[in-house]
């Protein structure tokens, strides 16, 4: 939130002008997310007007966008030392100071701007959405909730309490709330044709767009057979390139698209971001369409992968300990090296394939032989191919990433690390089953250390039992 409605600071005559000026010119690259060139000209003004609070202010939000968050937070507290009443600012420091974790510190910027301006929505809900993530869930429940009070139209407020309600399996109004996502507004504004909100599907052409990751689309493709089912004359997904050549799999699907192409020139009756499926079919915790496996690998490419993968161990084990590092909480959700599952390599029997793909890679390629792991992961080209190699495999242990997805759409057993903080809400506030992925899925869960050996242990030790020979019965 840049800031807004501060006075205007008291300059000099002839600077003044010139200072403000610049000021305006940054607005104008800020509103147009050209970080660089606002930066530039609130440096540029400050030169001029060192007092200039908004300029300061502004120039730190520019910052914190680029990432330069020390920076940010030196330019958010002269800002405040020169505007101690600006809620705003108050508010945008909370916000960096939460990203940092330094969660205390939040939390007294977000009640001193309260202190200020007690009916800001936009406080409540960023006030909430720490609580969440700390999983103080009442606290964070009644911050939410009062946030959409104030301003009904608040998205983001309504997006955290869809995470929690859903978290809790409280789907009926999880589903609701969850359509104030907006992440695909700029595919929407190229559609020229209507969303679907529910009419009757029967003959009906219908065009299915991405949502955020490739382990979006993969959980909620399961949903085009019971659209496709609703009479559907057509559906048409539109996804990553990764995903096209896996997504031809999916049943009742008619076509694919590459979100890199252009779409196809047939006219279609609506269009529907996948993850709204849930909210219109109904979705209950005990009404998830979780048949598996609903996706299948190529024929063909099993063969490929398959005399890749040895077949002189008791156990073959899919690896995968990092995400995409651009993903909000990725520092979170991703191990911090490949040595961090060392304890594995104690158990005999299991034969390690790295399906590690971008960040990791390296690791991987310096794994000595002897921690018996098969670096396969930079081989992969698309979902294709690592559906192929999974289907190869007895078992894949995996962090909160597609390939947990991709696996549970397989029906191939996996076991999923998650951490403690900012745990997604797919997988529950607890417990070691889902229901997105019945019988194949096991969650090994951080504790509220977040601390990984534990977890890790827990992993070796349910290798050991996995490989152990189980007594026979007498009879």
């Known amino acids: ?18 200072a403000q000026a610049l000021y305006q010119a940054g607005e104008l690259h800020l509103q147009a997310g050209e970080w660089a060139q606002a930066a530039q000209a609130f440096r540029q003004a400050l030169a001029m007007e060192p007092q200039l609070a908004e300029a300061h202010a502004n120039l730190a939000y520019v910052l914190d966008q680029s990432g330069a968050l020390a920076e940010a937070e030196s330019s958010y507290r002269t800002a405040l030392a020169l505007a101690p009443y600006s809620a705003t600012i108050h508010l945008n420091l909370g916000a960096l100071l939460a990203f940092k ?27 909430g959405a720490l ?23 608040n998205r983001r407020a309504r997006f955290n309490l869809a995470y929690l309600q859903l978290r809790h399996g409280h789907y009926a109004e999880g589903w609701e709330l969850f359509e104030a996502r907006d992440w695909y507004r700029a595919l929407a504004q190229r559609l020229g044709f209507a969303r679907w909100q529910g009419e009757p599907l029967q003959d009906q052409s219908l065009l299915v767009t ?31 390139p990764a995903l096209v050549a896996l997504m031809h799999s999916v049943a009742g699907l008619d076509a694919v698209c590459s979100l890199d192409e252009a779409l196809p020139p047939e006219a279609f009756d609506y269009w529907m971001p996948l993850l709204s499926a849930p909210y ?32 002189n161990h008791a156990l073959r084990v899919g690896l995968v300990w990092k995400g995409n590092p651009q993903f909000e909480n990725d520092s979170d959700r991703s191990l911090p090296h490949l040595r961090s599952l060392a304890p594995l390599w104690q158990v005999p029997g299991v034969q390690f394939i790295s399906l590690q793909k971008g960040a990791g890679e390296n690791e ?69 089953t889902t229901v997105w992925y019945p019988q194949v ?21 349910a290798l050991l039992e996995r490989c152990t020979p189980q007594p026979k019965l007498p009879g």
């Not at 939130?1 to 010139?18: E, I, R, Y």
């Not at 949502?211 to 997904?237: N, W």
């Not at 609903?294 to 077949?311: E, F, G, I, K, M």
């Not at 090994?444 to 030790?461: H, I, S």
Request: net charge negative; glycine share 6%.
């Open 280 to 311: 219109h079919l109904g979705t209950r915790v005990d009404s998830v369409p979780a048949h598996l496996p609903y996706l299948q690998a190529d024929p063909h490419r099993v063969a490929q992968w398959s005399q890749r993968v040895p077949t």
């Open 101 to 127: 974790k330094r969660h205390a510190e939040a939390e007294a910027c977000y009640a001193a701007a309260l202190s200020l301006e007690p009916d800001s929505s936009a406080v409540w809900s960023n006030l």
């Open 364 to 432: 991987a390629a310096q794994c000595s032989s002897r921690q018996a792991l098969i670096d396969l992961g930079p081989a992969l080209q698309d979902f294709a191919d690592a559906a192929a190699l999974i289907h190869a495999l007895d078992l894949v242990i995996t962090v909160d990433t597609a390939m947990a997805h991709l696996a549970g759409a397989l029906g191939k057993p996996c076991w999923l690390l998650l951490p403690w903080y900012m745990t997604d809400w797919r997988w529950g506030a607890e417990g070691t």
């Open 1 to 18: 939130m840049k800031l807004q409605g501060l006075g205007a600071t008291a300059m000099q005559d002839g600077s003044a002008d010139a």
């Open 131 to 153: 609580n969440l993530n700390l999983k103080n869930e009442d606290t964070a429940d009644a911050c939410l909730r009062q946030a959409i009070a104030l301003d009904p139209d």
């Open 210 to 240: 991405f949502e955020a990751g490739h382990g979006d689309v993969i959980q909620f493709c399961r949903y085009i057979p019971l659209l496709k089912a609703r009479g559907a004359s057509r559906i048409t997904l539109l996804c990553h």
């Open 441 to 461: 899925m096991r969650l090994f869960r951080q504790g509220a250390d977040a601390n990984w050996t534990p977890v890790v242990d827990a992993l070796r030790m």
